[in-house]
Structures are given as C-alpha cells and as structure tokens.
Nanobody
C-alpha cells in the first residue's frame, strides 16, 4: 500500500557530507512522523532523527549539531543532511514513516529498504 524509497547513501571521507532522501508513495492520506534510523550488523536499530508533520524535530545526542532532518510535504519526502561525518556514523540508514492510510484512515508504520553510509577515516 505504501512504499518508501531511500537514496543518497555512499562512501565519504571523515569530515564530509551526505544527504539522504526518502520518498513515500502509495495510498497515503497523511504522513505523520517521519524519521531516520540506523543499524550496524549485530546491533539494534537506533533512532537518528524524527520530524512531525508540523515540523517538530528530535535528534539522537550523537548527531545533534551535525545532522539536520527536514521534509517536503508536497513531495512526500524526508531528508537527512549529514555533515561532519565520522567513521562511527557508518551504518545502514533506514527511513521510517507513520502513515495514515487513504480511505481506511488507520495508521501504521512503514520502513524503507535501507541505504548504506560508509565513512572512511
């Protein structure tokens, strides 16, 4: 019913920048909270940043001041601008959206397929 497609991952040197994007499509009445999470092999998925449909943001302490989350509601897209990247930021990054489904008006959570971010030292 709803698809989230991520783009923008890749390999970057420490201190560099990357911008991730996640576009939502499908039977969407409203995109509520959208966010980015990351996961390393063998570890739990952890929150990076979230943004409400009203624009309220929340960040993990480890990325505050370096990462910025934003969204374009008209394009149904959420972005993650990552600056001053560190090797510890190397992970698979996943987009998440809490979606109110068109016609049914129920909400559920969806995940993207993940995009690899690798930061070399």
């Amino acid at each position: 019913q709803v698809q989230l497609v991520e783009s923008g991952g890749g390999l970057v040197q420490a201190g560099g920048s990357l911008r991730l994007a996640c576009a939502a499509s499908g039977s969407i009445f409203n995109l509520n909270v959208m966010g980015w999470y990351r996961q390393a092999p063998g570890k739990q998925r952890e929150l990076v940043a979230t943004i409400t449909d009203g624009g309220t943001t929340n960040y993990a302490d480890s990325v505050k001041g370096r990462f910025t989350i934003s969204r374009d509601n008209a394009k149904k897209t959420v972005y993650l601008q990552m600056n001053s990247l560190k090797p510890d930021d190397t992970d698979v990054y996943y987009c998440n959206a809490d979606v109110t489904i068109k016609y049914f008006y129920t909400s559920r959570s969806y995940w993207g397929q993940g995009t690899q971010v690798t930061v070399s030292s």
